[in-house]
Antibody
Framework: QVQLVQSGAEVKKPGSSVKVSCKASGGTFSSYAISWVRQAPGQGLEWMGRIIPILGIANYAQKFQGRVTITADKSTSTAYMELSSLRSEDTAVYYC??????????WGQGTLVTVSS | EIVLTQSPGTLSLSPGERATLSCRASQSVSSSYLAWYQQKPGQAPRLLIYGASSRATGIPDRFSGSGSGTDFTLTISRLEPEDFAVYYCQQYGSSPNTFGQGTKLEIK
C-alpha cells in the first residue's frame, strides 16, 4: 500500500522560502507523477505543479511559475516542493498526491504553512 | 487552462435522497480524464471516480460518475450520513490539472 508522509507544519516570515517534503513508501516511486496541491483556509483545492521522478521533469501552474520548484530524490523516494517569496496569501495546507493512472489515488496528510510577520 | 465550474455551490438534502452534482468544463476534457474527490473537514481529499465513470478502489457503488466532453455528473444514489462533505471535480488530461471550486453537500 502506498503511503505519502509529509514534513511538519511551518511558520515563515513574508519574503522567505519554505520547503516541504513528501516521502513515499510502498509501490514504485519513480514511475508515477507526484503533484502538489494547496488549500487556503476555507477555500478550494489549487494545483501547483508536478514531477515525474523517473524523468526528473517538473511542470508548474502559470500562477506559481518562478516561485515554485518541485524536485524528487529517487534514492530516498522523496519529493520536495519549495515556494519562495512567501506572502500572507500563501498560508495554506500543502498536499502531495500521487496518481496511479487515473486521478490522484494517494495523498499525503498535508502540511500547514503559515506566513506571518 | 481548462476552467471547471461546479454547481450547485451548496446542496441541501436528507439521508436517503439522491444527490446530483454537476461539473462543466470550459473546453473538452481529453479522454474523459475527469476525477471526483470527496473531502471532509481536516482530511485530505479522497478519490471517488476517475476516467469520468470508474469507481476508485473501495468506493461504494452508490457513487457513480457520468459524462464526457465538457459536461460531467457525480450521482450519489442514496445518501448516507457519512456522505455529507465537499466534493471536487478535477481534470487531469492537460496541464495544469485544474479543480472545480467545490460543491458542499449538507444535511437538510
Amino acid at each position: 500500500q502506498v503511503q505519502l508522509v509529509q514534513s511538519g507544519a511551518e511558520v515563515k516570515k513574508p519574503g522567505s522560502s519554505v520547503k516541504v517534503s513528501c516521502k513515499a513508501s510502498g509501490g514504485t516511486f519513480s514511475s508515477y507523477a507526484i503533484s502538489w496541491v494547496r488549500q487556503a483556509p476555507g477555500q478550494g483545492l489549487e494545483w501547483m505543479g508536478r514531477i515525474i521522478p523517473i524523468l526528473g521533469i517538473a511542470n508548474y501552474a502559470q500562477k506559481f511559475q518562478g516561485r515554485v520548484t518541485i524536485t524528487a530524490d529517487k534514492s530516498t523516494s522523496t519529493a520536495y516542493m519549495e515556494l519562495s517569496s512567501l506572502r500572507s496569501e500563501d498560508t495554506a495546507v500543502y498536499y502531495c498526491a500521487r496518481t496511479s493512472g487515473g486521478g490522484y489515488n494517494y495523498w499525503g496528510q498535508g502540511t500547514l504553512v503559515t506566513v506571518s510577520s | 487552462e481548462i476552467v471547471l465550474t461546479q454547481s450547485p455551490g451548496t446542496l441541501s438534502l436528507s439521508p436517503g435522497e439522491r444527490a446530483t452534482l454537476s461539473c462543466r468544463a470550459s473546453q473538452s476534457v481529453s479522454s474523459s480524464y475527469l476525477a471526483w474527490y470527496q473531502q471532509k473537514p481536516g482530511q485530505a481529499p479522497r478519490l471517488l471516480i476517475y476516467g469520468a465513470s470508474s469507481r476508485a478502489t473501495g468506493i461504494p457503488d452508490r457513487f457513480s460518475g457520468s459524462g464526457s466532453g465538457t459536461d460531467f455528473t457525480l450521482t450519489i444514489s442514496r445518501l448516507e450520513p457519512e456522505d455529507f462533505a465537499v466534493y471536487y471535480c478535477q481534470q487531469y488530461g492537460s496541464s495544469p490539472n485544474t479543480f472545480g471550486q467545490g460543491t458542499k453537500l449538507e444535511i437538510k
